[in-house]
């Protein structure tokens, strides 16, 4: 059997896949915080039929070898985290990072997972929390007489009461950051889970340290670019095709040898 079936079977596969994270990347295009991801690929394993530098004669070496390559393989899907725009809403519980780190919320079985969403709300204790109501660590209530709540770049949170003519420190957000953040696990609803890839996460006080600051009443829009997609999905449809084509030359010359006669 021809190996050109099997090599370009694998570039088939493989721009499936491409296309599936397109896809994803398109589906997302409004996603708060959404960051895409790019596929990464890599050449298998070589077959070589005649290694370079091989003598021939009275010291003459090849120069060249001959190497039979079997395809292609897509080896990572790599998170692309830059920042693109915030859209202002003017609610006080929408915060954006203005720079590096990621917001902790904490999870029902008591890990902590991180996001760059940061449209927020309050539950009935009060409490900051995401839209699937997972509370924001460390945990920051606002009380329930609040008439407004003011974050500052910092993470400080203040609020002010009714009868009082001074705001009264609630909370302070804190933000992490990774070493390696495209390590971290994706695990939907706009949270990332740290994984031994990424490294332990840093904590520390927005603004300082290399943290990005926080800007209240924006969120942050996803780092999708249409244009930049749509152009990525016509050169994998495109490869695609080429593969199909691939096989279907190679079915051709089978054919051919098939109908050979004496």
Do not use: C
């Not at 460390?138 to 001074?166: F, K, W, Y």
Request: net charge negative; aromatic share 6%; proline share 5%.
């Amino acid at each position: 059997m021809m190996r050109s079936l099997w090599t370009a079977a694998s570039g088939m596969t493989s721009q499936q896949f491409n296309i599936d994270t397109i896809a994803n990347n398109l589906a997302n295009v409004n996603t708060t915080g959404f960051k895409k991801s790019r596929v990464d690929f890599q050449d298998l394993l070589y077959q070589t039929v005649r290694y370079a530098g091989t003598p021939v004669n009275a010291g003459a070496q090849i120069p060249t070898g001959i190497e039979l390559g079997h395809g292609v393989r897509p080896v990572a899907t790599q998170k692309i985290f830059t920042q693109v725009g915030f859209r202002q809403t003017d609610n006080p519980l929408d915060l954006v990072i203005e720079g590096d780190g990621f917001f902790q919320v904490m999870m029902p079985d008591g890990t902590i997972a991180y996001t760059r969403d940061g449209s927020f709300k309050r539950d009935g204790e009060g409490r900051i929390v995401t839209s699937d109501g997972f509370p924001l660590f460390p945990e920051v209530t606002i009380p329930e007489d609040a008439l407004s709540i003011n974050i500052g770049t910092d993470g400080t949170v203040s609020v002010l009461t009714a009868g009082s003519n001074e705001p009264i420190n609630v909370g302070q957000i804190q933000l992490a950051r990774f070493v390696n953040p495209a390590g971290l696990k994706s695990m939907g609803r706009n949270l990332l889970a740290q994984t031994a890839s990424s490294g332990e996460p840093i904590v520390g006080t927005p603004g300082l340290d290399g943290f990005g600051s926080i800007a209240q009443g924006y969120v942050e829009m996803s780092n999708v670019q249409v244009v930049e997609e749509m152009v990525n999905m016509i050169v994998a449809q495109r490869a695609y095709e080429t593969n199909s084509k691939a096989i279907q030359a190679s079915d051709d010359m089978l054919q051919t040898a098939n109908n050979l006669r004496r």
